[in-house]
């Protein structure tokens, strides 16, 4: 899957535009920049949790900013997603406390269970498995997110009855 581009359909409802808006209200009028984050979230949330180069776009025309100014921050962080990704999107925490309790080990068993590679989405698009940097919950590792939420002292079995929970549609991603 080396595709450097993806198209996404642009859909800015009038409930999106709106909620952009009222981000937008909590700084000043001159300053919508401010707003950055918390719009590219709500973008991607409306859009299948992925941002297009078009997308991004978008986003810099609402906020009056230049392009390269949402492309640096969407590039640095790792919570914005710059390609379709899985459904279920494994965000195992890397560093020492989760290192030290197996989180490796586990990252290679779910990839392996569900027949991927780390940064590659399943076939049917239901999951994708990536490490991230500390996800501040160092007394429950080995720990990933999900979605909004945490699944922490993670065992095999654990990571066996997330996915079949996903499978039978009885995760919830987002808590809103």
Not at 18 to 36: F, G, Q, T
Request: a negative charge; one cysteine or more; charged letters at 30%.
């Amino acid at each position: 899957m080396e595709k450097t581009h993806f198209t996404q359909e642009i859909n800015m409802t009038p409930e999106l535009m709106a909620r952009i808006e009222e981000l937008c209200s909590h700084y000043p009028a001159d300053k919508r920049k401010s707003a950055l984050l918390p719009v590219l979230h709500e973008a991607q949330d409306a859009h299948d949790n992925w941002l297009s180069i078009e997308l991004q776009d978008k986003v810099a025309e609402i906020l009056n900013i230049k392009p390269v100014e949402v492309y640096e921050v969407v590039t640095f962080y790792t919570m914005y997603n710059r390609r379709p990704i899985g459904k279920y999107m494994f965000e195992f925490c890397q560093t020492s406390s989760c290192c030290l309790r197996g989180t490796e080990d586990l990252m290679d068993y779910t990839c392996e269970k569900l027949g991927v590679k780390i940064g590659e989405p399943t076939a049917d698009g239901l999951f994708e498995v990536r490490g991230v940097e500390c996800l501040g919950a160092c007394g429950y590792a080995p720990m990933m997110q999900l979605g909004d939420f945490y699944k922490e002292n993670l065992t095999k079995d654990k990571i066996d009855q997330i996915i079949d929970d996903c499978r039978d549609n009885k995760i919830i991603l987002h808590d809103k």
